[in-house]
Structures are given as structure tokens and as C-alpha cells.
T-cell receptor, first 114, second 115 residues
Framework: NAGVMQNPRHLVRRRGQEARLRCSPMKGHSHVYWYRQLPEEGLKFMVYLQKENIIDESGMPKERFSAEFPKEGPSILRIQQVVRGDSAAYFC????????????FGQGTRLTVV | QKEVEQNSGPLSVPEGAIASLNCTYS??????FFWYRQYSGKSPELIMF????GDKEDGRFTAQLNKASQYVSLLIRDSQPSDSATYLCAVNRGAGGTSYGKLTFGQGTILTVHP
């Protein structure tokens, strides 16, 4: 049973470009979360999605950031017009329907904006 | 006041000793509590969860919860150098099936186990 799969593992973008981060949840998991870990800061919740629905986006920056979890395919976290402050590790987590509060994390995507 | 507070450490213990990691939280509505281990450059790994007051043991790990004091701890017995990592405390407002994985994390405690 594969774990939460994220790609790419490392992503370098120039300021102003777009970054797309992908996440496939564990098999049988229907809840997907995105977290961000900035240098010297803890993990911060960004958004919670189920298939085709954004359930809670209270942690998402108001501009440039968006997330989706389509009916088919992985969840996507999209960052438009990246700035240096977006450099961080972005983790995706998933949880099963029977225990939705138990989140299992993927390996993360380390975004570097140059 | 931070929602979840941990002593950042580093906490250094000799091999074979008991490592004690502490966490306090501010939201009295918190119902479920988690400990994650994160090795440098890696992802958080869930090692323990606890919902009820008291102790919960799993192998060398014991989680302790005191909701009245808003305090949760993790004990690691017979510490090994491979336990050296950052330990993250996380809390969730809901309990079990009534909530979802929106976790509030502490800053983490760096644990070093020296031979």
C-alpha cells in the first residue's frame, strides 16, 4: 500500500513563475490536506479538500494560492507569480474516512524561488 | 500565546535513558492529540495519538494527556540514537470521526540521543 505520493520532490522557480505541486493520497483515503513548513517555523495548515470540494481553506493566503482535488487525478496546489517568501516545504497529507483526524504525510515538495 | 507550545530544546539524553517531551495547548475545545516525529529534511511521521485523559502505551512510547491542565506529553523509554529527531505535538478540535485532519502544530522539540 503506497503512501501519500507527492511530486515533484524539489521544485525551483524564478520569481513571477507558477508552481504546481501534486499529491496523490493513500489508497482508500478521501481527505486531502496541504500544509506549509517555512524555515524556522512550524507546520501550518493551508487547506482541506475532498473530491471536487474545498472543505476548509482557512489557512490559504488570500492571493496567488489555489488548490483543487478533481474527480480524477491528484490534488494540485497552485501558486501563481511566486515570490521568494513562498520558498518552503509543502506537505500533503491524507486521512481515511473512518479516522479523518489521523493524517499521514507525504514526503513533501521543497519549493525554492530564485 | 501560541496555540500549541513546546520547548524547542534541544533535549539531549544518553542512550538508554527516558526522554520526556512536553506540550501545552490553549484551546480547551481540543479533543485529539498527536505526536509526530520528523527527521531532518523528511516528512512528519505519526507515532502516537491519544484522545482520553491518562496514559497510552505503544512499545517504547507512552503518551500522557491531562485535559484539565491542557497538557500532553510523550515519553520515550530506552532511547536510541535513531530516536534523534524533531518531535511535533499536534492538536485537533474534533474527536475521532467527528472531525478531520486540520491540525495545529507546535514548533517541535529537537531530541538528541547520544551514545
Amino acid at each position: 500500500n503506497a503512501g501519500v505520493m507527492q511530486n515533484p520532490r524539489h521544485l525551483v522557480r524564478r520569481r513571477g513563475q507558477e508552481a504546481r505541486l501534486r499529491c496523490s493520497p493513500m489508497k482508500g483515503h478521501s481527505h486531502v490536506y496541504w500544509y506549509r513548513q517555512l524555515p524556522e517555523e512550524g507546520l501550518k495548515f493551508m487547506v482541506y479538500l475532498q473530491k471536487e470540494n474545498i472543505i476548509d481553506e482557512s489557512g490559504m493566503p488570500k492571493e496567488r494560492f489555489s488548490a483543487e482535488f478533481p474527480k480524477e487525478g491528484p490534488s494540485i496546489l497552485r501558486i501563481q507569480q511566486v515570490v521568494r517568501g513562498d520558498s518552503a516545504a509543502y506537505f500533503c497529507a491524507s486521512s481515511p474516512p473512518v479516522r479523518p483526524d489521523e493524517a499521514f504525510f507525504g514526503q513533501g515538495t521543497r519549493l525554492t524561488v530564485v | 500565546q501560541k496555540e500549541v507550545e513546546q520547548n524547542s530544546g534541544p533535549l539531549s539524553v544518553p542512550e538508554g535513558a527516558i526522554a520526556s517531551l512536553n506540550c501545552t495547548y490553549s484551546d480547551r475545545g481540543s479533543q485529539s492529540f498527536f505526536w509526530y516525529r520528523q527527521y531532518s529534511g523528511k516528512s512528519p511521521e505519526l507515532i502516537m495519538f491519544i484522545y482520553s485523559n491518562g496514559d497510552k502505551e505503544d512499545g517504547r512510547f507512552t503518551a500522557q494527556l491531562n485535559k484539565a491542565s491542557q497538557y500532553v506529553s510523550l515519553l520515550i523509554r530506552d532511547s536510541q540514537p535513531s530516536d534523534s529527531a524533531t518531535y511535533l505535538c499536534a492538536v485537533n478540535r474534533g474527536a475521532g470521526g467527528t472531525s478531520y485532519g486540520k491540525l495545529t502544530f507546535g514548533q517541535g522539540t529537537i531530541l538528541t540521543v547520544h551514545p
